[in-house]
C-alpha cells in the first residue's frame, strides 16, 4: 500500500560522547533512502534537518562538570523544535525520523504520537532506561525511553507538554543484550516487556513479533524506534556503542517484514548510525535496506 512519508533529520550527537553519529542523517540519505522508498511506491518527502548545535559551538565538553547532562537545555530544544515540525504533518502521513543519538526520541515519539496513546516498539542491544541517577556516563541517549515514561529529569520528561509521553505497558524491548544495574530494576518496575537477544534465540523473532502486535496492535500508533547498534557489529559495523551478539541481517529483515505485515506501524525512527567509524556506508544502507522491508519491500 503506498503511503505519504515524510522524512525529518535530526542531526544530533550531544546525547552521547563519542562525535559522528550526527552525520548520520546525511549517511542514510546518501544510501537512497529516498529513492529507494518511491521505487516501492510512495509519495516522500524530505523536510531536511532540525537545526542541532554541534559541540564545539556551546563550548561545552562531557568530561566537564554535569557530563553528557551539560547538554540537556540543546537536547530539550531540539527535541522540541522536532515535536513542533511532526505535529504539523497531516494525520496520514508516515514520519521517518533519522538520527543521530537515541535522544532524538524524546522529540520523534512525542511529535509522532499527537497526543494519543502510543504503543513504542525500541530496537535496541541497550535498554535506554537510565536516569541522571543510575547512569554511569550521565550521557542522554541512554535515558530517553525512561523518560518517555514519565522516569528522570522533568526537563526532558515535560517536553512539548507536561508528564509521560507513554505507558510502560505499551512499551517492548526487542534484541536487549547490555543493560545498566541500576536501569534493569527501573525497567522492571514499571513493567516495561523486555525480550532479550536469549529470548531472540530461544522463542525467535516470529512468535515476539507476534506477541509484541496482540500486545500494542490495536493501539492508535505504534512506533519503531530502531538503533542500529541491535545488528551484530560484524554487519553493522558504524556504531559508538557496540555489543556482540545482535541480529543477523536476516532476522533483522525478518522482524521488520513481520511490522510491515501487520499493516499497524505509523513511524519509525532510525538512530545511532556513526559514519566515521562505519566501512563504506555499510551500516547506514542496511538501515535503509530495513525501512524498505518496514515500507512494504516484499522478496516475491
Known amino acids: 500500500m503506498a503511503r505519504s512519508i515524510a522524512i525529518l533529520g535530526v542531526p544530533m550527537d550531544l546525547g552521547q560522547g563519542r562525535r559522528g553519529v550526527d552525520m548520520g542523517p546525511s549517511a542514510l540519505r546518501y544510501g537512497r533512502l529516498e529513492e529507494r522508498l518511491e521505487g516501492l511506491g510512495h509519495d516522500v518527502r524530505d523536510l531536511g534537518d532540525i537545526d542541532v548545535p554541534a559541540a564545539e559551538e556551546l563550548g561545552i565538553s562531557h568530561q566537564g562538570p554535569g557530563g553528557g547532562m551539560a547538554y540537556l537545555d540543546e537536547i530539550r530544544k531540539a527535541c522540541e523544535a522536532t515535536v513542533e515540525v511532526l505535529l504539523r504533518l497531516p494525520e496520514e502521513v508516515f514520519p521517518l525520523v533519522l538520527g543521530g543519538d537515541h535522544s532524538i526520541a524524546l522529540g520523534s515519539v512525542t511529535g509522532c504520537s499527537r497526543r494519543q496513546r502510543t504503543g513504542v516498539v525500541w530496537v535496541d542491544a541497550h535498554g535506554d532506561f537510565n536516569t541522571p541517577d543510575t547512569s554511569p556516563s550521565g550521557n542522554i541517549h541512554g535515558m530517553p525511553l525512561a523518560t518517555l515514561c514519565g522516569i528522570g529529569d522533568s526537563r526532558l520528561i515535560d517536553i512539548a507538554w507536561d ?138
Open 163 to 300: 508528564g509521560a509521553k507513554v505507558r510502560p505497558e505499551d512499551v517492548v524491548l526487542i534484541g536487549v543484550r547490555d543493560l545498566d544495574g541500576g536501569e534493569k530494576q527501573l525497567m522492571r518496575q514499571a513493567g516495561v516487556t523486555v525480550y532479550t537477544m536469549k529470548e531472540v534465540d530461544h522463542i525467535g523473532l516470529p512468535r515476539i513479533a507476534e506477541e509484541t502486535l496482540a500486545r500494542l496492535g490495536a493501539l492508535p500508533r505504534l512506533h519503531v524506534s530502531f538503533d542500529a547498534d541491535v545488528l551484530d557489529p560484524e554487519i553493522a559495523p558504524g556504531v559508538g556503542t557496540p555489543v556482540a551478539g545482535g541480529f543477523t541481517f536476516r532476522e533483522a529483515h525478518l522482524l521488520m517484514e513481520l511490522f510491515s505485515d501487520s499493516g499497524r506501524v505509523t513511524s519509525l525512527d532510525l538512530v545511532e548510525v556513526n559514519p566515521i567509524l562505519d566501512r563504506e556506508n555499510r551500516t547506514a544502507n542496511l538501515l535503509v535496506d530495513l525501512a524498505e522491508s518496514l515500507l512494504g519491500k516484499k522478496i516475491y
